[in-house]
């Protein structure tokens, strides 16, 4: 099989509506044909984790299969500097003696292999995503036209396993969307491909505490309004949670999109705010406290509110609000966030 005929064979399985375990192992399997390798794998990184679990292999057994999911398998990776690398590394031409490599030396070498090849995958922008690597019984050096065209071709692999091609095509799904980042595992949040980051999802901000609190409480889906800060006009952004979904082994977990808030339902700053703190768990008693306001305002607003969102009682109007994340949520505890970015609940925009 040519070069010319895997390349095009890979760029149809990117293109494929395919999970990405399943176009993984169709790489895999396109690559082999071409490289005939006794074994391979393409993993992906988990920074947090310090883990560079296997996404598709073969001819591995199992107790490889469990050393490469382990936490040693980063150390080697970085002693080879493949996080750095552009290119393909050789066990023949190692930058380090193989006996130095316990990935060689202590589970490869001693399994019968005696040559391998590892490529990282990166980005057309440079991130460092993962590795294909690839190992042969035999001892005859990989020759340098198969390390040209993997180093050719590691592109175009990149592109068909690159968990954040998922991503974007889920965030894809949010209309009119003007900003977006992905939630990690451990709370932290990468750019999301295509779309800007903003300052209402920066790290410690109320509106990415309250989205990770809902991926946090198991919605696989949900969606909530803030408003907008200057130098935007005064208004909102509904802001749309997507889980990743287990389709994706990795440390990425969440979506989290701003977007037009669409239909309001004519709904007040008031009555939306009253509508949050009703989902949250919050009581009249409470919501009256809280805002200073009689309990009878609260409910003039909660009836106004059920009228403005068709429901037939107050509390169908809560669950509709939502449904349809047509609420305001409560500002968080104090001193979990910055002052600045709290929530003025008096019916106004913040001014400054």
């Known amino acids: 099989m040519s070069a010319r005929a895997i390349i095009s064979e890979i760029t149809g399985i990117v293109a494929a509506p395919e999970p990405l375990a399943v176009r993984a192992e169709a790489v895999l399997t396109t690559l082999r044909r071409r490289l005939r390798f006794d074994a391979g794998r393409i993993s992906l990184h988990d920074p947090e984790r310090r883990l560079q679990p296997t996404l598709a292999s073969c001819g591995y057994d199992q107790r490889l299969l469990e050393y490469f999911d382990g936490p040693e398998l980063v150390h080697n990776v970085e002693l080879l500097g493949l996080h750095r690398r552009a290119t393909p590394v050789r066990i023949s031409s190692l930058p380090i003696r193989p006996a130095e490599l316990p990935l060689w030396a202590e589970h490869l070498h001693p399994a019968g292999f005696r040559e391998g090849i590892a490529v990282p995958l990166r980005t057309t922008d440079g991130r460092y995503f993962g590795v294909f690597s690839a190992c042969t019984e035999s001892a005859t050096p990989i020759c340098d036209t198969t390390c040209g065209f993997l180093a050719r071709t590691s592109t175009v692999i990149a592109h068909a396993v690159d968990p954040m091609r998922t991503i974007a095509a889920m965030a894809g799904l949010v209309t009119d969307a003007v900003a977006g980042v992905v939630l990690t595992r451990g709370g932290n949040i990468e750019a999301l491909p295509g779309l800007p980051g903003h300052r209402l999802l920066a790290p410690g901000s109320p509106v990415l505490a309250e989205a990770i609190s809902c991926y946090r409480d198991g919605d696989s889906r949900a969606g909530f309004l803030t408003p907008t800060r200057p130098p935007d006009p005064p208004g909102y952004l509904k802001v749309t949670m997507l889980t990743c979904g287990e389709q994706l082994p990795h440390h990425l977990t969440a979506i989290i999109v701003l977007h037009s808030p669409g239909d309001l339902r004519h709904l007040s700053h008031r009555e939306m705010t009253i509508l949050g703190r009703l989902i949250t768990g919050g009581t009249v008693e409470q919501i009256a406290a809280a805002l200073r306001i009689p309990q009878s305002a609260v409910n003039a607003a909660l ?18 609000a939502a449904d349809l994340g047509l609420y305001l949520p409560p500002p968080p505890v104090p001193g979990c966030v910055a002052s600045d970015s709290a929530l003025r609940l008096d019916g106004t925009f913040p001014t400054t």
Do not use: D, I, P
Not at 303 to 320: H, N, W
């Open 303 to 320: 009836e106004q509110a059920r009228t403005k969102l068709g429901a037939r009682s107050s509390a169908a109007a809560v669950m509709r």
